[in-house]
Structure formats: C-alpha cells, structure tokens
C-alpha cells in the first residue's frame, strides 16, 4: 500500500475530487493546506495501484503555481481494509491487467540517487576493484565475491535503462557518465596494482575471465533482467546487485591485471567479455522495463520513448552482434 498527500490551489478541489472518484483508492480525506498550500489530501492506495491516480493530478495540477505530490510506502494499516467479494474480484483483476508494482515516479527517483557520481560512489568503486584484484590475483573466490558485494555497478545499469525505456535523455546521460568514469576507475586502480605486486597469470580465477562462452551471455542476460525485475517489483536489489557485479567487476578488473603483465591477447578477451556483459545486463533490464509497462505520462513522451526503445534496441543489438562475432574470433585463436 501507498501513502499520497496531495498540496494544491482551492480551485482545483472539485477536479481532484473527480478523480479521486474515478480511482476510488483504498481511503482519502481533504482538509485545508498548510503554509503556503491552500488545499491538502491524504490518499491511501492498494500495492500495485496508484499510478494512473498520479497522472491525473499531476495533469491537473502542472499548470497551477503552488503544488505537490508526496508518496510514501506504507508498512501498516489499521483498521485493516475490509474488500466485498464484488470488490475483491475487481482488484484481482487490476492486479492481472497491472504489469508493474513500483511507481514511474519512485523507479525514476531510485535509480536516479542510486547512478549519483558522487565520492562515495567512487570510494567503492576504487575499494571493490582493488579487493577484486587480490582474489582474482591469489585465486580466492571468497574474496572475489566480497568485491562484488559492495561494487556499485548496479545504478548506472538500471538508470541506463530505465531512462531508454522512459525515452529520458538527461538520466541517460547522467548513468553513460556514471557508469564509464566507475569502469575507468576500477580498470586504472586495478592495473595500478601490477606496478606493486606480481600477476599470477596461473590463477584460474583470472584466467576464467578471459573464457566466453554461451553461459556468459546468458548470465548477463539473466543479470539485467533481474535487475530490472527487482526495481519495477519492490523485490531487494542487494543480491541482484551481486549479479551485475559478476557480469561487471572481475572481466574489467582481469583486463587491467592481463595489461599490466604484458598479455594482451588475454586483457583483449577479458575486454570484450566485459563489453559483452555490460550490452547483455543493458539490452535485458531495458526490455524488462517495457514488458512491465514502464513508460512515461503523456502521448507525446511515450511516442519519444517508443523512439527511443527501438532505437537503443537496435544499437545493441547491433553491438551484442559484434561482440559475438569478436569473441567467436578471439576463442578460434586462443584455440
């Protein structure tokens, strides 16, 4: 369940009525605004609903000087929503016509804050990719997959995504920074380390980096998917945050490692898994946004963002395409 206040001018109370009508969410009161809001309402929403009750005020209210629309989740209720059979089976099936859970606005806010360049972001991303380098270096899967828990590598990913699907410009920008300065950072970090200590090119942890298979685009696949899965459904992101830094992580930090021993044959296979990783998580998590329904409020947006769908779509395509071609290439020489 949701929680949403609404602030507006007083003209606009018997129009926002109207919709509260329309979407006859689970309870709603009004009552005079505070500070400079003339009108308030309080509006508790059933889990999965909320979304077009949303759009309407916001398409009434965008044009007025003084509004704003606060959601929030709500852990609990009392007394508890009561539902008459009739009631029930209508729910049922809203919740089967309903493809996406979280709102537009609470996917966008999340990855947004999660794809932020900020010190923190890039503390743990130098700090992941130095604890990767010592496990893939001393063949230590323990300590591999501690790297992968607190690399950040999964925000940019979904921003990246969601702002195709959204056909959103700015965020698509914003995560294509984020994400390239992380991936620059870990790689130059990790290659820092080969200056300090020796390269274990025997390591069979590093070594598997460079092997690209079917399954390795599989994982991707998988990765961006459940990403997406996770942040469109409310489901924790902690551990699919592990599986994009599978993907992400160990292929760009091996490269580094490969470069700085002198095997550049094996730094260019574990490059092009990582390409192959990061157009696979992207191409999935993107898709997944569409089959839920994730699309922006009016028309004219959503035709820019079908645009966009196609577009990005096609681009990847195209450059998962390439990427297998040079793996195919890569594997027939090593081999």
């Keep these: 369940m949701r929680f949403i206040k609404a602030n507006f001018p007083t003209d606009k109370a018997d129009a926002v009525i109207e919709i509260l009508n329309a979407a006859k969410p689970v309870d709603w009161s009004m009552d005079s605004g505070y500070g400079r809001y003339e009108k308030a309402v309080e509006i508790v929403v059933a889990k999965g609903q909320g979304q077009q009750l949303i759009d309407d005020l916001q398409a009434l209210l965008s044009a007025s000087p003084n509004w704003r629309v606060v959601v929030m989740p709500i852990e609990a209720t009392l007394p508890r929503?009561?539902?008459?059979?009739?009631?029930?089976?209508?729910?049922?099936?809203?919740?089967?016509?309903?493809?996406?859970?979280?709102?537009?606005?609470?996917?966008?806010?999340?990855?947004?804050?999660?794809?932020?360049?900020?010190?923190?972001?890039?503390?743990?991303?130098?700090?992941?990719?130095?604890?990767?380098?010592?496990?893939?270096?001393?063949?230590?899967?323990?300590?591999?997959?501690?790297?992968?828990?607190?690399?950040?590598?999964?925000?940019?990913?979904?921003?990246f995504a969601l702002a195709a699907a959204l056909g959103d410009l700015s965020l698509m920008k914003k995560a294509t920074k984020t994400a390239l300065t992380g991936l620059l950072i870990g790689f130059v970090f990790a290659y820092s380390l080969t200056f300090f200590m020796p390269i274990n090119i025997e390591s069979s942890e590093l070594v598997s980096r460079t092997v690209i298979g079917p399954e390795i685009v599989a994982l991707a696949l998988a990765s961006g998917a459940a990403a997406a899965l996770s942040l469109s459904t409310g489901i924790s992101s902690a551990l699919v945050g592990v599986m994009v830094a599978v993907a992400l992580l160990p292929p760009s930090v091996a490269s580094a490692l490969f470069l700085g021993a002198g095997k550049h044959d094996a730094a260019a296979g574990a490059a092009i898994l990582l390409g192959l990783n990061v157009v696979c998580a992207i191409l999935s998590a993107q898709l997944i946004f569409v089959y839920k329904g994730v699309r922006p409020r009016t028309w004219s947006s959503q035709v820019k963002a079908s645009r966009s769908v196609k577009i990005n779509a096609a681009v990847w395509v195209g450059l998962l395409v390439a990427l297998v071609v040079l793996a195919y290439e890569f594997n027939t020489k090593i081999g």
């Design 81 to 159: 929503p009561e539902e008459t059979e009739t009631e029930a089976k209508d729910d049922e099936e809203k919740k089967a016509k309903a493809k996406t859970v979280s709102l537009r606005e609470e996917l966008y806010q999340k990855v947004s804050n999660d794809c932020n360049l900020n010190w923190d972001f890039i503390i743990l991303t130098v700090l992941s990719s130095i604890v990767a380098a010592i496990g893939l270096n001393g063949d230590s899967v323990a300590i591999v997959i501690a790297a992968m828990v607190i690399a950040p590598l999964l925000g940019p990913i979904l921003a």
